[in-house]
């Protein structure tokens, strides 16, 4: 299975996200349903490993806390945008939190992450998208800023690769304390 660890967020907060979306020719947009906040990506992994996975996660001790969403960005590849995402507010229980599940999974025998960690939510992937479009939608929305949420838990998730959107599952949460 296609493994990845994350943060689902608050519906509303989900609905608020996928309501910027429009505008830019040549984004797919992520659908409400699927927006998150990417921990820590896995990849393809035996069912053996998975249930590894989760014996390390599970006996991660972490604690809750509260997170803020803010300013949008982009990434690009060689030079092209590839992704716009909505950032976060530097929070170091957050990179807290990452920096364990990192550790954990380690010690589950996974590769180290070489990738340095960027939180952010995707907003949409972009294929070609016009340049100029794009930079005004930046703009547009550079003040975005969510109230506090709380971070209660983390989830494990599979993810199955569709054409139009990926199809994620919520396979395990783990409770913060
Ligand atoms: P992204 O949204 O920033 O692209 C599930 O695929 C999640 O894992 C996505 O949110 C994706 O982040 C993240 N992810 C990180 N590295 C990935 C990789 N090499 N391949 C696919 N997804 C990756």
Known sequence: MRLFVALELPWE???????????????????????????RFIG????????????????????????????????????????????????????????????????AGLEPERRRFVPHVSLARLDNAAPEKLAAFVQRHNLFRTGPFEVEHFTLFSSRLGKEQAAYEAEVEYELA
Not at 16 to 29: H, K
């Open 13 to 39: 907060l989900r609905q608020r996200l996928a309501a910027l979306g429009g505008g830019v020719p040549g984004a797919r947009w992520v659908p409400a349903e699927n927006l998150h906040l990417t921990l």
């Open 44 to 107: 393809e992994v035996p069912p053996f490993r998975a249930e590894e996975i989760d014996h390390a996660l599970a006996a991660l001790r972490g604690r809750r806390f509260p997170l803020v969403l803010a300013g949008i960005g982009t990434f690009a590849k060689a030079g092209r945008e590839t992704l716009l995402w909505v950032g976060v507010e530097r929070c170091e229980r957050l990179e807290h939190l990452q920096g364990k599940i990192e550790t954990a999974l380690q010690r």
